[in-house]
């Protein structure tokens, strides 16, 4: 899928949140947000996410407004994209079934409930549970095929940060919505989710990320953008943003240095 935001704003009861944003992600491209906290990076996720409708300028999935359409075919064109939220909200089930719920969900009803009666049947013929390739696959992308039968409750953060993943990669979505997905990760649980992301990329699926790590966008990126007090400071290629930002307040937010002094903005 491609998505495209034109010129999109944000606003919510007439305070601006996001002002002009316009950036595009392929299929195949993963691009990131970075800026500072507030900057409004998860405010810009979910309307690519098609969870709020922008305010101003125009989105388009596929050269389509989805934000045009019925609710039903914008629902369509919702089931897409998956989207993996900061933190992790998980089921008190198995994990296979936490994975299992974010495809089902997605299905339109006349699919749910042969899928319903399928799994009766299994049931009804076999004592073990069944998982589904899909699930399967997906959790092993996350390094986690072992654990399908496990209790959710008894993951740990890291681990349940990937069943989230899991559930969004197992709906094989056109395109990834990740917000900070490895803010609570350590290096180990950081590098598989890496790895998911670059597999993502290799079946032809768009990534938006925004992340705090540096690194992580300098690792992972096609192409960053910075995002500053909700307006794009600027967009390119990630080498090029790191390397030979354009503009001073990039140049000085990927350095590390302070662009805040007591919510000042000092640039
Ligand atoms: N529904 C809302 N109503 C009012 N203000 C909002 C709403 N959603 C977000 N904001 C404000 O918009 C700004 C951007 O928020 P957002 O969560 O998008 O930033 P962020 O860059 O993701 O921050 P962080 O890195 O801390 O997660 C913040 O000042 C936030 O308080």
Not at 28 to 51: D, N, Q, W, Y
Request: net charge negative; with cysteine.
């Amino acid at each position: 899928m491609n998505l495209d935001l034109d010129d999109v704003s944000y606003g919510v009861d007439g305070t601006a949140i996001l002002s002009d944003v316009s950036l595009s992600v392929g299929s195949g491209e993963v691009v990131t947000v970075i800026g500072p906290s507030g900057a409004g990076k998860t405010t810009l996720l979910r309307l690519a996410a098609l969870f709020e409708r922008p305010t101003g300028g125009a989105l388009r999935c596929d050269r389509t407004d989805p934000w045009a359409l019925s609710r039903e075919d914008r629902l369509a064109v919702r089931r897409r994209i998956g989207m993996v939220f900061q933190r992790a909200s998980l089921f008190e089930t198995s994990v296979a079934r936490n994975v299992d719920i974010g495809r089902r969900i997605r299905r339109p009803w006349p699919q749910r409930l042969r899928g319903f009666g399928r799994r009766l049947a299994d049931r009804l013929v076999r004592d073990e549970p069944t998982v589904d390739d899909r699930v399967l696959e997906a959790l092993e992308l996350v390094g986690l095929g072992d654990a399908w039968d496990r209790d959710a409750a008894s993951l740990s953060g890291g681990e349940a940060q990937r069943v989230s993943f899991a559930r969004a990669l197992a709906t094989d979505p056109d395109l990834l919505v990740l917000d900070e997905p490895t803010s609570d990760l350590d290096p180990r649980n950081t590098a598989i989710l890496e790895q998911a992301i670059d597999r993502s990329r290799e079946r032809g699926h768009g990534v938006l990320l925004a992340t705090h790590d540096m690194h992580q966008a300098e690792r992972v990126s096609d192409r960053v953008a910075f995002l500053l007090d909700g307006e794009l400071v600027e967009i390119g290629p990630a080498e090029r943003v790191f390397e030979d930002p354009r503009d001073e307040r990039t140049a000085r937010f990927v350095r590390g240095d302070l662009l805040y002094d007591d919510n000042e903005l000092l640039a």
